[in-house]
């Protein structure tokens, strides 16, 4: 199964020249990764790139204990090799680039994947957590997914029951619906790049965002991907989004089926993708249900408007199979804890949840499983973030909840004002009280302030990570909130005294929580209409999800 690669210009069959970039142009890759981290800033909350992306003086090596003899695996551009956290002691993959003596596609392979990943932070998604760039090379520093690929499952257990095939699927298709809703097409959708976070083998990320690459409405071109995978249009040289629906679906048929759909030399492989001829064993077809046939049949089209979207293949019958079975079996996710995390997130201060943020992406695999399933519960469409609708909806069949505590909430969590909640987000407000705060964890966020490497958190170092979304006048103001010696700047001992301090509300209950928050807000609202229209009524709108907001964000933060 292990297929050629292919990344050709036009149709399949004509190569890109090759064109050598050394010397003086060696900045050009350079340039190319500066424009890739400020684009990246339109996709993710400020510190949650500039906290992950370091340049010299930072050094990988500040940070990790690099092992290169410990290879975890090849790519394009060379092994890819162990590291550990110097801080958490948790052992990471890092995949390196050369900046030097690359080729143009190397060069596009480089800049597509890292732009691709830094704007990446979905459970089912593999994770990045941190780029360090010097002289000579990028490094990409990513979660070590322990379970190994999902070819490697299915080599050792041949064909799957369809109650696993279904489970498998609904994985696959959530990431790529995540995806697809950012506007990425992937273009290398197989087996290997799919792995397992660990030897449960319950739970899939995709990997590998080489071929990668954000979408216009434009159809593209360049033929990229893995042959025995590839959808008819990827060979004629004109697709969309949907070329990855067609490797979902080979993926789905060598999960049901046990085995390729299109075997054979390359020239016969490319027939039969062309022509939807795909291989039938009649005794093990005969075995399928009528809605896995259908499903196989929806994807396995050669016409790519006739194919399923990644949205309507979470909806057709045989996944919505997999999906009622698991709601009948599990409870929810949604407990007392998360929804008190959420509550404590919306009251914490705009420094202390740039601190969370910041410790979010320090977290290990299993703290983050902890509270995963909770967030995929309230992403109910499965597009991979949270909106104000689902949040009101889902929170209210929890919990006794206003309209205005909604907002509060998702206002507060909506790190880059962009009308949704990421997954990064959600586990920022788990750090406030469902997950445990270690030292280790804290220590970590605080070296990502600490941008110029003093020992201290300074009010340069915040205008760094937070940038634009902060005035120096605001900096020096949280800087005083930790500042426990007056001395202008944060230490270490001053950072974890102060983010563990608010542990003292831990054990206020979910009510207490929002009647607290609600009295807040009423006395601002009467304090606030009584200046304007003295001796009348303040009234609170009622929350519409499909209306905008009825108060500007500011106002919604009064319990800071």
Same mark, same amino acid.
Request: proline share 3%; hydrophobic share 40%.
């Given at each position: 199964?292990?297929?050629?690669?292919?990344?050709?210009?036009?149709?399949?069959?004509?190569?890109?020249?090759?064109?050598?970039?050394?010397?003086?142009?060696?900045?050009?890759?350079?340039?190319?990764?500066?424009?890739?981290?400020?684009?990246?800033?339109?996709?993710?909350?400020?510190?949650?790139?500039?906290?992950?992306?370091?340049?010299?003086?930072?050094?990988?090596?500040?940070?990790?204990?690099?092992?290169?003899?410990?290879?975890?695996?090849?790519?394009?551009?060379?092994?890819?090799?162990?590291?550990?956290?110097?801080?958490?002691?948790?052992?990471?993959?890092?995949?390196?680039?050369?900046?030097?003596?690359?080729?143009?596609?190397?060069?596009?392979?480089?800049?597509?994947?890292?732009?691709?990943?830094?704007?990446?932070?979905?459970?089912?998604?593999?994770?990045?957590?941190?780029?360090?760039?010097?002289?000579?090379?990028?490094?990409?520093?990513?979660?070590?997914?322990?379970?190994?690929?999902?070819?490697?499952?299915?080599?050792?257990?041949?064909?799957?029951?369809?109650?696993?095939?279904?489970?498998?699927?609904?994985?696959?298709?959530?990431?790529?619906?995540?995806?697809?809703?950012?506007?990425?097409?992937?273009?290398?959708?197989?087996?290997?790049?799919?792995?397992?976070?660990?030897?449960?083998?319950?739970?899939?990320?995709?990997?590998?965002?080489?071929?990668?690459?954000?979408?216009?409405?434009?159809?593209?071109?360049?033929?990229?991907?893995?042959?025995?995978?590839?959808?008819?249009?990827?060979?004629?040289?004109?697709?969309?989004?949907?070329?990855?629906?067609?490797?979902?679906?080979?993926?789905?048929?060598?999960?049901?089926?046990?085995?390729?759909?299109?075997?054979?030399?390359?020239?016969?492989?490319?027939?039969?993708?062309?022509?939807?001829?795909?291989?039938?064993?009649?005794?093990?077809?005969?075995?399928?249900?009528?809605?896995?046939?259908?499903?196989?049949?929806?994807?396995?089209?050669?016409?790519?408007? =006739?194919? &399923?979207?990644?949205?309507? %293949? /979470?909806?057709?019958?045989?996944? !919505? *199979?997999? #999906?009622?079975?698991?709601?009948?079996?599990?409870?929810?996710?949604?407990?007392?804890?998360?929804?008190?995390?959420?509550?404590?997130?919306?009251?914490?201060?705009?420094?202390?949840?740039?601190?969370?943020?910041?410790?979010?992406?320090?977290?290990?695999?299993?703290?983050?499983?902890?509270?995963?399933?909770?967030?995929?519960?309230?992403?109910?469409?499965?597009?991979?973030?949270?909106?104000?609708?689902?949040?009101?909806?889902?929170?209210?069949?929890?919990?006794?909840?206003?309209?205005? =505590?909604? &907002?509060?909430?998702?206002? %507060? /969590?909506?790190?880059?004002?962009? !009308? *949704?909640? #990421?997954?990064?987000?959600?586990?920022?407000?788990?750090?406030?009280?469902?997950?445990?705060?270690?030292?280790?964890?804290?220590?970590?966020?605080?070296?990502?302030?600490?941008?110029?490497?003093?020992?201290?958190?300074?009010?340069?170092?915040?205008?760094?990570?937070?940038?634009?979304?902060?005035?120096?006048?605001?900096?020096?103001?949280?800087?005083?909130?930790?500042?426990?010696?007056?001395?202008?700047?944060?230490?270490?001992?001053?950072?974890?005294?102060?983010?563990?301090?608010?542990?003292?509300?831990?054990?206020?209950?979910?009510?207490?929580?929002?009647?607290?928050? !609600?009295?807040?807000?009423?006395?601002?609202?009467?304090?606030?209409?009584?200046?304007?229209?003295?001796?009348?009524?303040?009234?609170?709108?009622?929350?519409?999800?499909?209306?905008?907001?009825?108060?500007?964000?500011?106002?919604?933060?009064?319990?800071?």
């Amino acid at each position: 199964m292990h297929d050629e690669q292919l990344c050709q210009v036009g149709t399949v069959g004509h190569p890109e020249p090759v064109v050598h970039t050394m010397g003086n142009k060696q900045t050009t890759a350079k340039q190319d990764l500066k424009a890739v981290r400020e684009r990246s800033l339109s996709k993710q909350a400020l510190g949650q790139v500039t906290g992950r992306f370091h340049v010299l003086p930072h050094r990988i090596e500040d940070d990790y204990v690099l092992e290169p003899s410990q290879e975890l695996g090849s790519g394009y551009n060379g092994s890819v090799f162990l590291a550990k956290s110097k801080d958490t002691h948790e052992t990471f993959a890092v995949k390196p680039f050369r900046l030097y003596r690359i080729t143009q596609a190397q060069k596009r392979e480089l800049k597509n994947e890292v732009e691709v990943f830094l704007a990446m932070d979905h459970p089912h998604v593999g994770r990045l957590r941190d780029v360090y760039e010097d002289e000579s090379e990028l490094r990409l520093v990513m979660e070590r997914l322990e379970g190994g690929e999902l070819f490697d499952r299915v080599t050792a257990i041949g064909r799957f029951t369809e109650k696993d095939a279904q489970d498998t699927i609904y994985q696959i298709l959530v990431a790529i619906n995540y995806i697809h809703c950012m506007g990425i097409v992937h273009r290398d959708i197989k087996l290997e790049n799919f792995l397992y976070d660990s030897k449960s083998y319950a739970h899939l990320k995709l990997i590998d965002f080489g071929f990668s690459r954000f979408t216009s409405n434009k159809r593209m071109q360049l033929g990229c991907g893995t042959l025995a995978y590839m959808a008819p249009e990827v060979l004629g040289g004109s697709y969309d989004l949907k070329c990855d629906m067609w490797s979902v679906g080979v993926i789905a048929f060598i999960l049901l089926m046990g085995y390729m759909p299109f075997t054979g030399s390359d020239d016969e492989i490319r027939a039969a993708i062309t022509s939807g001829q795909y291989r039938i064993d009649k005794p093990r077809w005969e075995k399928l249900s009528e809605n896995s046939k259908g499903f196989l049949q929806s994807l396995l089209v050669t016409d790519s408007d =006739q194919r &399923l979207s990644a949205e309507q %293949a /979470l909806q057709h019958p045989w996944v !919505e *199979e997999r #999906n009622s079975v698991v709601v009948t079996e599990e409870s929810s996710h949604l407990d007392e804890a998360i929804v008190s995390s959420l509550v404590d997130f919306a009251r914490a201060s705009h420094f202390r949840r740039a601190c969370m943020s910041m410790m979010a992406w320090t977290l290990s695999n299993d703290e983050r499983a902890e509270v995963r399933n909770a967030f995929m519960e309230l992403d109910t469409d499965k597009s991979g973030t949270i909106t104000m609708y689902e949040l009101k909806r889902v929170l209210a069949e929890r919990v006794s909840i206003t309209d205005s =505590q909604v &907002l509060q909430i998702f206002n %507060a /969590l909506d790190s880059n004002n962009k !009308e *949704e909640v #990421n997954y990064s987000d959600f586990l920022a407000a788990m750090m406030a009280s469902r997950i445990a705060m270690h030292d280790d964890v804290v220590v970590a966020a605080f070296k990502r302030f600490d941008v110029d490497k003093s020992g201290y958190i300074t009010v340069g170092d915040l205008l760094q990570v937070m940038g634009s979304t902060m005035s120096k006048a605001d900096a020096k103001q949280l800087v005083k909130e930790a500042d426990i010696s007056a001395d202008g700047r944060i230490s270490l001992d001053e950072f974890i005294s102060y983010v563990q301090s608010s542990e003292e509300h831990a054990q206020m209950t979910v009510l207490e929580k929002l009647l607290e928050g !609600e009295m807040a807000l009423e006395k601002a609202d009467a304090t606030t209409q009584s200046s304007r229209n003295p001796g009348q009524q303040t009234s609170m709108t009622s929350l519409d999800p499909t209306q905008p907001a009825p108060a500007p964000k500011s106002r919604m933060c009064v319990l800071l």
